[in-house]
């Protein structure tokens, strides 16, 4: 029996799956979410994007790569899972160790739009049939990358964006993941989907050519763990802080016409 996505995340220790890399390091639980739209890829040779793999070097130090985690644990389980796929990987830290007779990694700053030219270059041009963002999570990045490869994604191709967070103009979100020159991602795109444009200020490039290829676009609020060191009484009251407040979106699913 094919192990399932959520089985190899644990395995290699990524936190997209439900246990991660330590018990310091919260889980994630993005796999089932991924199983539901990904599974009917997982004979196919379809071509596979990651960004952010994962890996710690001069350019980012990668705080995931720790516990059971020995780096690129996410290309290790993508590269399971779909027994067919070309699997390509971009990261700002370079880890070529990574590579194999399906997997080929790239060195690019997703938000360097020079830097995905050059991508785009080396791997030919291709089109991709999914794409996943698990990179610097700062909101200008995923939104340089999402505009920039959506047209590089095939007619019913899906986009990823994972760690949505509360850190664009306004948030005041965490220093590493924050950029307060732009929206967050996800008040961007709920806008979009409520008024039929996107929220301003934003890093899109070509607004007019998402509007005309975006099909449909879906938000996801996995359980994310919090450690019960409180009596039952106050953990009931946190419980509905934590799973009822709004905008805990955490990933996102575009799907292109
Ligand atoms: C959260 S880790 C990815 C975890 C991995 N996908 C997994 O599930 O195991 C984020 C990665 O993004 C990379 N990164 C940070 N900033 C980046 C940027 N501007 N462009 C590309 N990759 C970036 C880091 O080097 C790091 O390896």
């Not at 952010?52 to 705080?63: I, K, R, Y």
């Not at 949505?164 to 948030?171: I, K, P």
């Not at 009822?244 to 799907?255: A, F, N």
């Amino acid at each position: 029996m094919p192990q399932s996505l959520t089985e190899l995340a644990n395995l290699y220790a990524t936190d997209k799956g439900t246990i991660g890399p330590s018990t310091e390091w919260g889980a994630h639980n993005y796999t089932d979410i991924y199983e539901g739209y990904l599974y009917r890829y997982r004979q196919s040779p379809i071509n596979f994007l990651e960004i952010g793999l994962g890996v710690t070097g001069d350019q980012w130090e990668s705080h995931i790569v720790h516990g059971r985690n020995t780096g690129g644990a996410s290309l290790r389980m993508w590269y399971d899972y779909f027994q067919n796929a070309k699997i390509y990987g971009m990261d700002v830290n370079p880890c070529p160790y990574l590579d194999n007779d399906r997997i080929k990694t790239f060195v690019a700053d997703q938000g360097k739009i020079e830097d995905l030219d050059a991508f785009v270059e080396a791997t030919g041009g291709i089109e991709f049939d999914v794409i996943v963002d698990d990179g610097s999570h700062r909101p200008d990045h995923q939104q340089v990358s999402f505009s920039y490869f959506f047209k590089h994604l095939k007619s019913g191709g899906l986009y990823f964006i994972e760690d949505l967070a509360s850190n664009g103009l306004g948030d005041g979100g965490n220093e590493r993941i924050a950029c307060d020159s732009v929206r967050n991602t996800r008040t961007v795109l709920k806008h979009y989907l409520q008024n039929g444009n996107f929220e301003d200020p934003n890093a899109l490039i070509d607004q007019a050519y998402l509007s005309e290829h975006i099909d449909y676009i879906g938000f996801h609020v996995p359980p994310r763990k919090i450690k019960y060191v409180f009596r039952p009484s106050i953990r009931r009251l946190l419980k509905k802080v934590v799973y009822y407040k709004t905008d805990q979106e955490g990933l996102c699913i575009i799907r292109k016409k």
